[in-house]
């Protein structure tokens, strides 16, 4: 896109005006308000299946990466007609619906978009996410031993996972479900169940304490945020961060000793999905193969943690 202050483009038949072309958003890296406007063109047919119909919570940065941010749930009165809305518990929440509702946020400099669990339609979970979240970006390397602990727990049950950076220190791994067949009751019981399993085998490592005074340098493994009317990084979101990180959809190859999150930014994002794809491409065909009803019968069944992995 050209860089001249203001510029007004067609989209879908709307013209939106995109101010500010020049401003710096993240210094550290160079990147304008320009570029972001190209990445969220760019990456919009990769997040927009994962904002569809779900209510959006937004981190705005109204002065860049380095300035003051806040968070936005009510739709502001100045919204276009095109937006979309819904009422949620006296929330006029924005809902994640096309290019031209991401560019108008994109415009509004919200950096950061956090979706909930269920779409507007349904108070189910779509999905399971966990979220491993280590003290620092130092203990990164413990969000991937945790990760492929997981990972090999959720081979031997059959189940279906992918797995992203954070877009910070961490990584979130996730389970597609069926849609509105399990309740968050249902799948409490399959995340602390993981999250048990990773803090007894390792308890040096990995806890699920919530006071962070109390977690020393451990990973903690945030279950009890997979809840309704709690929200996640939505995949390929950038952050707010200095250097631009982007929550990214990963290969679960790609989880090695190479892995670190600084490697995401949003000026290599486009490049890596022209080159490798994108490892969610398969998430919403997998709602329907995923054998969590039979896990979860198997957890019902057994009140003991270890059964299933034998």
Same mark, same amino acid.
């Given at each position: ?27 550290? %890296? ?89 779409? /507007? ?15 620092? %970006? ?21 189940? /279906? ?71 996640? /990084? ?34 290599? /994002? ?41």
């Amino acid at each position: 896109m050209a860089t001249q202050e203001d510029q007004q483009v067609v989209i879908d038949g709307t013209t939106l005006t995109l101010t500010s072309l020049n401003k710096p958003l993240w210094p550290k %890296r160079d990147l304008i308000k320009a570029d972001y406007f190209k990445y969220v063109y760019d990456i919009a047919p990769y997040m927009l299946p994962f904002l569809k119909n779900r209510a959006l919570t937004l981190l705005r940065y109204p002065h860049g990466a380095d300035g003051e941010a806040f968070f936005q749930k009510n739709c502001p009165d100045y919204a276009p007609d095109f937006i979309e809305t819904a009422d949620i518990e006296g929330i006029h929440y924005i809902v994640g619906h096309d290019l031209k509702t991401l560019i108008w946020l994109a415009n509004q400099l919200a950096f950061e978009i956090h979706v909930p669990f269920q779409t /507007i339609e349904s108070h189910q979970p779509s999905e399971i996410v966990i979220d491993l979240d280590p003290p620092s %970006r130092d203990y990164f390397s413990l969000a991937k031993e945790a990760a492929l602990m997981l990972k090999d727990v959720l081979d031997r049950l059959a189940l /279906i996972s992918f797995v992203k950076t954070s877009g910070n220190k961490g990584l979130q791994l996730y389970l597609p479900l069926p849609d509105q067949m399990f309740s968050y009751e249902d799948t409490r019981l399959f995340t602390s169940f993981l999250a048990d399993y990773l803090v007894e085998m390792k308890p040096d490592l990995f806890t699920t304490e919530r006071l962070k005074k109390n977690r020393g340098n451990r990973l903690y493994v945030d279950y009890i945020q997979h809840a309704e009317g709690k929200t996640i /990084i939505a995949p390929y979101s950038v952050r707010g961060n200095e250097d631009a990180l982007v929550a990214t959809p990963l290969y679960w190859n790609e989880v090695n000793d190479d892995l670190r999150p600084e490697r995401f930014p949003l000026d290599q /994002i486009k490049n890596r999905l022209e080159q490798k794809g994108c490892p969610f491409a398969s998430f919403f065909e997998a709602k329907k193969r995923q054998p969590f009803a039979k896990v979860l019968q198997g957890l019902k069944q057994h009140e003991h943690k270890g059964v299933l992995m034998h």
